[in-house]
């Protein structure tokens, strides 16, 4: 999903949404990178936008050591594959309200209309896994991930959501 907001009613204008099945993959519960970064694409695509335009995203962040990585790993194939100039800010609020499936979603979107230009810290963030800071090329600078809230200069989120399997 991509939100955009504007001020100075804090309206949030959905710009554009996909929904897409993850397809075959190794577990009911592994999630399929290539069909996240084909349903990130889409939603792009949807909202009329390029990557270089969105300056945060909610991720669905399940905190499991395949699931990270994984969407790290389609958000960066989407997002670093054009000449950034500044960071993408990512935060992801199951940390603070757990794995709630499609409600994490919604809770997604709540947290981004509540906070326009704010994306709210990565709550219970203390060591970033190995594998998300590579997939993310955190020590590029195209990516932050905030443990206290922070002001992205750019209006226009995203929001990644997934419920069972991906």
Same mark, same amino acid.
């Given at each position: 999903?991509?939100?955009?907001?504007?001020?100075?009613?804090?309206?949030?204008?959905?710009?554009?949404?996909?929904?897409?099945?993850?397809?075959?993959?190794?577990?009911?519960?592994?999630?399929?990178?290539?069909?996240?970064?084909?349903?990130?694409?889409?939603?792009?695509?949807?909202?009329?936008?390029?990557?270089?335009? &969105? =300056?945060?995203? +909610? /991720?669905?962040?399940?905190?499991?050591? $395949?699931?990270?990585?994984? !969407? @790290?790993?389609?958000?960066?194939?989407?997002?670093?594959?054009?000449?950034?100039?500044?960071?993408?800010?990512?935060?992801?609020?199951?940390?603070? &309200? =757990?794995?709630? +499936? /499609?409600?994490?979603?919604?809770?997604? $979107?709540?947290?981004?209309? !509540? @906070?326009?230009?704010?994306?709210?810290?990565?709550?219970?963030?203390?060591?970033?896994?190995?594998?998300?800071?590579?997939?993310?090329?955190?020590?590029? =600078?195209?990516?932050?991930?905030?443990?206290?809230?922070?002001?992205?200069?750019?209006?226009?989120?995203?929001?990644?959501?997934?419920?069972?399997?991906?």
């Amino acid at each position: 999903m991509v939100l955009e907001a504007h001020e100075p009613w804090r309206l949030l204008l959905l710009r554009g949404s996909a929904v897409r099945q993850d397809g075959r993959s190794a577990s009911l519960t592994a999630p399929n990178g290539s069909a996240q970064r084909t349903l990130l694409v889409a939603a792009l695509e949807r909202a009329a936008l390029g990557a270089l335009q &969105v =300056g945060s995203i +909610e /991720a669905h962040g399940t905190g499991t050591a $395949l699931g990270d990585p994984t !969407e @790290a790993g389609a958000l960066a194939a989407v997002h670093v594959s054009v000449e950034r100039t500044r960071p993408i800010v990512i935060g992801a609020a199951k940390a603070s &309200v =757990g794995h709630a +499936e /499609a409600s994490s979603g919604q809770v997604g $979107l709540l947290r981004r209309s !509540e @906070a326009a230009g704010i994306v709210g810290g990565n709550a219970q963030l203390r060591l970033l896994n190995p594998l998300v800071a590579e997939r993310l090329g955190v020590s590029t =600078g195209c990516f932050t991930m905030p443990v206290q809230a922070v002001s992205s200069r750019l209006a226009t989120s995203g929001v990644s959501s997934f419920g069972y399997s991906g």
